[in-house]
């Protein structure tokens, strides 16, 4: 590792392990707020009877809700200047004191069961990879990882999510 | 919208979503996301801090607007299996967003009808935002 590295080695170290396990329930308006946010007025996902008249048990949540499900509960003197949680977000589970910046890249889910109201949801997730690249923007770095949705013992959805981090 | 697999053809196109995301959207999505990263709602900060134009639409909201775009085509007896995105650009309020796809290819597995689809979530000016793929189920006719 080299003195422009951008990568701290406790990253490094913490490739190949678990970095964060969070649960929550799914909660019937939050994933309908979350819909009418998105301006996606599905009745799949707001009415039980047109939901059960296309095989679901009851009206099912959006499948992209389910990241929101297990987020924790941020106090707010711990946030960092920008807003994001400092000690309990993705910021502070993969230490890169060098680059505050932090984006989404990418994400790849397979969905597998449907989810649905009072749903128990443990999400774990796995630190992948953590590497520094060169973009047109200059050195940034990519950070991979991928993230197991379970409800009790059945795996309802996996995730594989990429983030950027900039200096 | 398709019923069936069978309905479906390599080359279909999926009917376009056009939206416009507003700050007071912005807002709200963050709020039913928890996220309190003040790009997406603090113009001050987005602008003379980060040194972006505007607020940023969050990528989670570009994500989730293509994957409407996918379910509204699919229909009710579609089943989102599988949804891949990219984000390459940055979106702002007053934009006018365009996210839509075609059908590449239809295959039986193990018994189920699945959809492959490219998607795209991009800008009237042509600027890709969002490439991505996304799988779809679809009940095959007279599989009941």
């Known amino acids: ?167 | 919208m398709p019923a069936f697999f069978e309905d479906v053809a390599v080359g279909d196109e999926i009917t376009p979503l056009l939206v416009e995301p507003t700050t007071t959207q912005l807002f709200f999505f963050s709020a039913a996301t928890y996220n309190g990263h003040r790009i997406h709602y603090d113009r001050g900060w987005a602008v003379e801090v980060e040194g972006y134009p505007s607020v940023l639409v969050h990528g989670p909201l570009q994500a989730a607007l293509l994957a409407r775009a996918v379910t509204d085509w699919s229909g009710p007896s579609g089943r989102l299996v599988s949804f891949r995105t990219q984000n390459r650009a940055s979106a702002f309020p007053g934009e006018q967003l365009r996210f839509g796809g075609s059908v590449e290819g239809a295959r039986i597995d193990d018994g189920r009808g699945l959809i492959d689809l490219v998607v795209r979530g991009e800008k009237d000016d042509g600027t890709l935002l969002m490439p991505g793929t996304a799988v779809v189920e679809l009940p095959r006719c007279g599989a009941r």
């Open chain 1, 1 to 167: 590792m080299t003195d422009d590295s951008l990568i701290d080695e406790r990253a490094t170290a913490a490739i190949g392990t678990v970095i964060a396990q969070s649960s929550g329930t799914v909660v019937k308006k939050e994933f309908q707020r979350w819909a009418a946010a998105v301006g996606d007025r599905n009745p799949l996902y707001f009415d039980d009877e047109f939901a059960r008249a296309n095989g679901y048990r009851e009206a099912v949540m959006p499948p992209l809700y389910l990241p929101h499900v297990t987020l924790g509960v941020v106090d707010l003197d711990t946030l960092r200047p920008d807003g994001i949680p400092g000690e309990s977000g993705t910021s502070a589970l993969i230490p890169l004191p060098k680059c505050p910046r932090w984006m989404a890249g990418g994400d790849e889910t397979m969905f597998f069961e449907p989810v649905y109201d009072g749903d128990p949801i443990t999400a774990s997730r796995t630190l992948d990879s953590v590497e520094q690249k060169h973009g047109r923007s200059g050195a940034f770095v990519l950070i991979t990882s991928t993230t197991r949705y379970l409800r009790r013992d059945t795996v309802v959805a996996q995730s594989v999510v990429t983030t950027i981090a900039r200096p």
